[in-house]
């Protein structure tokens, strides 16, 4: 099953331009589920006639379940945790206190229970934003690493924006699934790049990516609408065009853990491209600050 954790930070008083971009890029890759933080709660909520605004973006997609992710001290905010998947799959999410799984966070997080179709034992993705501090994202790692050595835990995949770079997240004992990038036929030298890792899944495996989360440099300011102007981005971000806006790499702080195999571990969790389009992540680095990525669980 494809699935995909994404930090959007997207309301409903953001450019159209990004709801656009993430539509695209949904319909360009198809995710089975879509495990989204920082979403508006305004996209949510059902109006009293008609879709709601991210089912009526995302088309063939339908609300699994959301929450609010709350703030570092426990405060209602107006982000969300959402979880969208295929309409008719039947998946249905979840909202569990980081305190009910001894997460040592005041954020709430998002489970999904997923039956395999081929009648094999359920087993949940969870979606979390972990509190954002180094603090916060270490202890959510160590309490996430703590989780998954459970029998419960042998079977569970997380996946989201840790706030803890993949290296501090290994320190804390997870074993983490490093995200791959964009995938450019062409890229380089002017030959494809193949699929990694001998991946035959139906979709390739971009090159590794060394930071999910990017900054605006002082003075450039992503726009609504591509523009004309063009400037490279840093070799991280794979050096396409940012639309004008000056991009800096900051961290990699956006994949998904689950128990190794040889350690009793009951989930395969692969990573693929995050992008199969290269105007679509021209898109993505100029209207969010973060990258989606993108794992085949089986």
Not at 3 to 14: E, K, L, R, V
Not at 132 to 138: S, V
Not at 168 to 183: D, F, H, I, N, Q
């Amino acid at each position: 099953m494809i699935t995909a954790f994404w930090n959007i930070n997207t309301g409903p008083s953001s450019f159209d331009h990004r709801l656009q971009t993430l539509a695209r890029w949904v319909d360009e890759v198809k995710p089975a589920l879509l495990m989204l933080c920082e979403v508006g709660h305004g996209l949510l909520v059902k109006p009293a006639s008609g879709q709601r605004k991210i089912e009526a973006a995302l088309g063939g997609y339908e609300l699994a379940g959301f929450v609010d992710t709350r703030d570092k001290s426990g405060g209602t905010t107006s982000l969300c945790l959402a979880a969208l998947a295929l309409k008719g799959s039947g998946f249905k999410a979840t909202s569990v206190s980081a305190d009910n799984i001894n997460l040592k966070q005041a954020r709430n997080l998002l489970k999904v229970e997923i039956q395999p179709q081929d009648g094999a034992k359920s087993y949940p993705v969870w979606g979390l934003h972990a509190d954002p501090t180094l603090e916060g994202g270490r202890r959510a790692c160590e309490a996430i690493a703590a989780q998954l050595g459970t029998a419960a835990g042998a079977g569970a995949v997380f996946g989201g924006d840790f706030n803890a770079t993949a290296a501090l997240a290994e320190k804390s004992g997870l074993t983490v699934s490093r995200p791959r990038g964009y995938y450019e036929p062409g890229a380089g030298d002017g030959k494809p790049v193949p699929p990694a890792d001998g991946i035959k899944l139906g979709m390739p495996a971009g090159p590794p990516m060394r930071a999910t989360h990017w900054k605006v440099r002082a003075g450039t300011t992503p726009g609504a609408t591509r523009r004309d102007k063009t400037a490279r981005g840093n070799e991280v971000l794979r050096n396409h065009r940012s639309m004008g806006v000056a991009l800096v790499p900051a961290d990699l702080i956006d994949y998904a853990v689950a128990r190794p195999a040889n350690d009793g571990g009951a989930r395969t969790i692969t990573p693929l491209a995050n992008c199969l389009s290269h105007d679509t992540w021209d898109d993505i680095l100029a209207q969010f600050d973060h990258a989606p990525v993108v794992y085949h669980i089986a």
